[in-house]
């Protein structure tokens, strides 16, 4: 152990050539992640596109855009309310995390992974307490399905590919 501890001693202590510094500016300026606020602001982006299109198709809360009648809501209704709540949260997060994996470079999505449960929570607590405020249909009950099927959504969406079957495996 003594020896390591020498050895790189010695390293430190050595005198390393001119070029070393530009290799090292070279490969710092690779493994610069983007900005934070340049990932939040196009997952931000992918939800109102999501938004937009799963208002169209399915009603949350009795907000429908576009089309008349209930959608998608109709047939999950038929199976149970509970199930409908749940289903419709998880439907509407997990669209915008998988319109997020489209829009956003890979290494935008890893700053958004890193922070995943933060960024979850903020898009279901931000969209449940709009759909509060204009509509309302949104009860405690309701509210916590809703965004108890939107988590498991949007997790099961910002997984990678190899960590869905590993999921899908223990199943």
Known sequence: MKDLKKDFESFVAAEHPAGSSFVLEKIHSQL????PWKAATKLGLAHVISSVVILSACAQFG???FFPGHGLMHYFMQISPTFC???CGGLYLAS????ARLLLT???FLVIYRSKILSILSLGLISLGAFA?????VTFQAGLLWLFGAIIGA????LSKTRVRQFLAKI
């Open 85 to 87: 709540m749940s289903f």
């Open 96 to 99: 915008t995390f998988l319109l």
């Open 63 to 65: 907000i429908r855009l």
């Open 155 to 158: 997790e099961l969406a910002s």
């Open 32 to 35: 610069d992640l983007p900005s």
């Open 133 to 137: 405020l204009v509509s309302h249909e």
């Open 106 to 108: 890979r290494d935008e």
